[in-house]
């Protein structure tokens, strides 16, 4: 734990102001979108429920209020985060702004638990961290008791609040256990914050921490920095290759896998091609875990290649890519992990392959959960909205926000708004495809997969066809002028809207539905994308290239010769500050910041004033410093 000193938070002078507090301890210049709203709200003893999108700057929503309500003499605010791993860079990021901030959780000894225990017993602290399963023991409730009595007991902030939702992807069940905060400690105000919510899991928020007095702040959900790209999957691998190589070489980036061993092979495939990638799965040791999660953290470029366990909290700025090598289950998982990207605002990827595999795997996963019929229904119902995402040939960002519930206009950041795709009409495809399974059934008695029925359709006498002699039924070869690509687009897309089912149980077989009939009857058209194998190929515009091979990051991309020299040695000097203090790079400064400063070229330390990111605690503590490694140039 830190050795700081605790601060005069509440000396005199030390305004309690918010917008004081911002500039003060921050060194930032306004508030960033509904910001001010909260924060005041939060101040004045308001509940809150707060949904910004990751990136959006949840954590000054709760850090702003603790500090001005310590400042007004009301003691500790309590965050809830389920995320240990990253408690200690969290509160190492306060302490580098002059907070007093600690963490309890199970990486504590016994000395150092008392010790903050002690800290908050007296209420010096000011931001307490603490994992849900402490909070709900007797111990620590006991503690708030006796803050509580004594008027010490300031705020509670539920982070990643989606987790007591079933219906979110991150459900952990001690989350339910936080109503004990309302129910013992009713005059303590609260704010939940989440980056995930549909109106289902939302409504289940407020159910779940009674949070139905909370005033609701709903912010925008798009991140116009990033851009969105689902591409179909052929070799998935070296598609992901391809594009990390083009477009994100030397980048940071996180890559998606469904399965621990699809994490491992794909780590090993990036590390021979000489990219600085390693795994990261709930099956790993947690050391390993841990080391990993660090080095992402704290060197730069690496690509980390997960299963969803990665990810939660992870406020690393300048993550260029967020890859998906498998689909997710739903749009809110989607949205979240690649949210991942871009935190600090510049040019960031989003990019996903995506098959008929993926379409029926995530089926069966369903299919063959031990949960009960109402909730699958409803994550089929969600897979579909994704599904018809990754089909869609219009602006995914207008079908990403709408999803949200938020009306919007085509971006032009997006694959679809770049490169309108092809579409072309498939619903004489779909037809035979379907009457094709219908006569199948009828003449056999049972149903097929996918390979079977494309092979009939296109006129192919292959030893299974023959076995079954399903060469005799009406549709054979009547599909021959189609490719199998363009019948697997079809059939995804049937699978997509409902018009087509795959039965798990039964080898993933084909089975029609109630929505078959619309399209047998041609009531229903099928539009399809068309399939291609790059963008290029269908010769759209290039996409964008890197500035230079080993660019300097975006934010340092503006400066001089002299200026760029100023931020590679600021750079070098941050990096060992940050390894002396055993925090990530940008706790210390943001490239950013770094890239402000070296722009103006500061030659006192009334230079470095006003520029974004120094607080007055770092301006004190490092300011003679930056302006040493300045004046070398
Ligand atoms: P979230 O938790 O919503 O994902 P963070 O709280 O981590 O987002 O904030 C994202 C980034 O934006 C952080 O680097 C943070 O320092 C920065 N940030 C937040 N609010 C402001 C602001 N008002 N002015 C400048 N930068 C801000
Ligand atoms: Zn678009």
Same mark, same amino acid.
């Given at each position: 734990?830190?050795?700081?000193?605790?601060?005069?938070?509440?000396?005199? =002078?030390?305004?309690?102001?918010? #917008?004081? /507090?911002?500039? !003060?301890? &921050?060194?930032?210049?306004? &508030?960033?979108?509904?910001?001010?709203?909260?924060?005041?709200?939060?101040?004045?003893?308001?509940?809150?429920?707060?949904?910004?999108?990751?990136? =959006?700057?949840?954590? *000054?929503?709760?850090?702003?209020?603790?500090?001005?309500?310590?400042?007004?003499?009301?003691?500790?605010?309590?965050?809830?985060?389920?995320?240990?791993?990253?408690?200690?860079?969290?509160?190492?990021?306060?302490? !580098?702004?002059?907070?007093?901030?600690? &963490?309890?959780?199970?990486?504590?000894?016994? !000395?150092?638990?008392?010790?903050?225990?002690?800290?908050?017993?007296?209420?010096?602290?000011?931001?307490?961290?603490?994992?849900?399963?402490?909070?709900?023991?007797?111990?620590?409730?006991?503690?708030?008791?006796?803050?509580?009595?004594? =008027?010490?007991?300031?705020?509670?902030?539920?982070?990643?609040?989606?987790?007591?939702?079933?219906?979110?992807?991150?459900?952990?069940?001690?989350?339910?256990?936080?109503?004990?905060?309302?129910?013992?400690?009713?005059?303590?105000?609260?704010?939940?914050?989440?980056?995930?919510?549909?109106?289902?899991?939302?409504?289940?928020?407020?159910?779940?921490?009674?949070?139905?007095?909370?005033?609701?702040?709903?912010?925008?959900?798009?991140?116009?920095?990033?851009?969105?790209?689902?591409?179909? @999957?052929?070799?998935?691998?070296?598609?992901?290759?391809?594009?990390?190589?083009?477009?994100?070489? =030397?980048?940071? %980036?996180?890559?998606?896998?469904?399965?621990?061993?699809?994490?491992?092979? +794909?780590?090993?495939? $990036?590390?021979?091609?000489?990219?600085?990638? $390693?795994?990261?799965?709930?099956?790993?040791?947690?050391?390993?875990?841990?080391?990993?999660?660090?080095?992402?953290?704290?060197?730069?470029?690496? +690509?980390?290649?997960?299963? /969803?366990?990665?990810?939660?909290?992870?406020?690393?700025?300048?993550?260029?890519?967020?890859?998906?090598?498998?689909?997710?289950?739903? /749009?809110?998982?989607?949205?979240?992990?690649?949210?991942?990207?871009?935190?600090?605002?510049?040019?960031?990827?989003?990019?996903?392959?995506?098959?008929?595999?993926?379409?029926?795997?995530?089926?069966?996963?369903?299919?063959?959960?031990?949960?009960?019929?109402?909730?699958?229904?409803?994550?089929?119902?969600? $897979?579909?909205?994704?599904?018809?995402?990754?089909? #869609?040939?219009?602006?995914?960002?207008?079908?990403?926000?709408?999803?949200?519930?938020?009306?919007?206009?085509?971006?032009?950041?997006?694959?679809?708004?770049?490169?309108?795709?092809?579409?072309?009409?498939?619903?004489?495809?779909?037809?035979? *495809?379907?009457?094709?399974?219908?006569?199948?059934?009828?003449?056999?008695?049972?149903?097929?997969?996918?390979?079977?029925?494309?092979?009939?359709?296109?006129?192919?006498?292959?030893? @299974?066809?023959?076995?079954?002699?399903?060469?005799?039924?009406?549709?054979?070869?009547?599909?021959?002028?189609?490719?199998?690509?363009?019948?697997?687009?079809?059939?995804?897309?049937?699978?997509?809207?409902?018009?087509? #089912?795959?039965?798990?149980?039964?080898?993933?077989?084909?089975?029609?539905?109630? %929505?078959?009939?619309?399209?047998?009857?041609?009531?229903?058209?099928?539009?399809?994308?068309?399939?291609?194998?790059?963008?290029?190929?269908?010769?759209?515009?290039?996409?964008?290239?890197?500035?230079?091979?080993?660019?300097?990051?975006?934010?340092?991309?503006?400066?001089?010769?002299?200026?760029?020299?100023?931020?590679?040695?600021? @750079?070098?000097?941050? #990096?060992?500050?940050?390894?002396?203090?055993?925090?990530?790079?940008?706790? /210390? &400064?943001?490239?950013?910041?770094?890239?402000?400063?070296?722009?103006?070229?500061?030659?006192? $330390?009334?230079? *470095?004033?006003?520029?974004?990111?120094?607080?007055?605690?770092?301006?004190?503590?490092?300011?003679?410093?930056?302006?040493?490694?300045?004046?070398?140039?």
């Amino acid at each position: 734990m830190s050795s700081l000193a605790p601060l005069p938070l509440d000396a005199p =002078g030390s305004s309690s102001a918010p #917008a004081d /507090i911002l500039h !003060e301890v &921050f060194g930032y210049s306004q &508030f960033r979108g509904p910001q001010q709203d909260i924060v005041e709200h939060v101040v004045g003893g308001g509940d809150a429920l707060v949904l910004m999108p990751t990136g =959006g700057g949840k954590s *000054l929503c709760y850090q702003i209020p603790a500090i001005a309500r310590q400042r007004a003499g009301r003691g500790v605010s309590v965050v809830v985060s389920p995320l240990i791993a990253l408690m200690h860079d969290q509160v190492g990021a306060l302490h !580098e702004a002059g907070v007093n901030a600690a &963490f309890l959780n199970s990486t504590l000894d016994w !000395e150092q638990t008392q010790d903050v225990e002690r800290r908050m017993l007296r209420g010096e602290i000011t931001l307490l961290y603490a994992a849900p399963e402490r909070v709900n023991t007797p111990r620590f409730l006991s503690q708030l008791d006796s803050l509580k009595e004594r =008027g010490k007991l300031s705020l509670f902030a539920i982070d990643e609040a989606h987790c007591v939702s079933q219906w979110g992807h991150d459900f952990r069940p001690e989350y339910r256990a936080l109503t004990v905060l309302h129910e013992r400690y009713p005059g303590v105000p609260r704010i939940a914050l989440t980056a995930t919510a549909d109106a289902l899991t939302r409504a289940d928020i407020v159910e779940r921490l009674q949070l139905e007095e909370a005033r609701q702040f709903v912010s925008s959900f798009d991140r116009p920095n990033i851009r969105y790209t689902i591409v179909e @999957k052929k070799d998935a691998t070296t598609q992901l290759l391809r594009f990390i190589e083009r477009e994100h070489e =030397g980048d940071a %980036g996180v890559v998606y896998c469904q399965s621990r061993k699809r994490v491992e092979d +794909v780590a090993v495939m $990036l590390q021979g091609a000489g990219i600085n990638a $390693l795994p990261y799965h709930a099956g790993l040791d947690a050391a390993v875990r841990q080391k990993h999660q660090d080095r992402f953290l704290r060197e730069e470029g690496v +690509v980390m290649v997960a299963t /969803i366990a990665f990810g939660m909290g992870i406020d690393k700025p300048d993550v260029r890519f967020v890859g998906h090598l498998d689909m997710p289950k739903n /749009i809110e998982g989607y949205y979240q992990e690649t949210g991942r990207a871009g935190r600090d605002g510049a040019p960031a990827d989003a990019w996903m392959a995506y098959g008929l595999q993926d379409v029926v795997n995530q089926r069966r996963m369903i299919d063959e959960s031990p949960a009960g019929e109402e909730f699958k229904q409803v994550m089929r119902g969600k $897979l579909d909205a994704l599904l018809s995402l990754a089909e #869609a040939s219009d602006c995914r960002r207008v079908r990403l926000l709408g999803y949200f519930g938020e009306k919007s206009t085509p971006c032009g950041n997006c694959d679809n708004c770049l490169n309108p795709p092809q579409v072309w009409d498939g619903t004489d495809a779909a037809r035979k *495809l379907l009457s094709t399974i219908y006569r199948v059934q009828q003449l056999s008695g049972i149903s097929f997969g996918a390979g079977h029925i494309m092979d009939i359709l296109r006129g192919k006498e292959t030893e @299974k066809v023959k076995q079954f002699g399903h060469e005799r039924i009406s549709t054979f070869g009547i599909g021959a002028e189609f490719s199998e690509v363009q019948l697997r687009g079809v059939l995804r897309q049937l699978i997509a809207t409902g018009a087509l #089912a795959v039965d798990a149980e039964a080898f993933n077989t084909l089975k029609l539905t109630e %929505g078959s009939r619309a399209v047998l009857k041609g009531e229903a058209n099928v539009t399809l994308r068309e399939s291609v194998s790059s963008p290029a190929a269908r010769g759209g515009k290039p996409r964008r290239e890197k500035a230079a091979r080993g660019a300097p990051s975006p934010a340092a991309a503006a400066l001089d010769a002299d200026g760029q020299k100023r931020f590679e040695a600021l @750079k070098a000097w941050r #990096a060992e500050v940050a390894r002396e203090h055993n925090l990530p790079a940008y706790v /210390i &400064f943001h490239d950013a910041t770094l890239a402000a400063i070296s722009e103006r070229a500061p030659a006192t $330390l009334e230079d *470095l004033q006003g520029i974004s990111g120094i607080g007055t605690k770092k301006l004190e503590a490092y300011g003679t410093e930056v302006l040493r490694v300045c004046s070398a140039f």
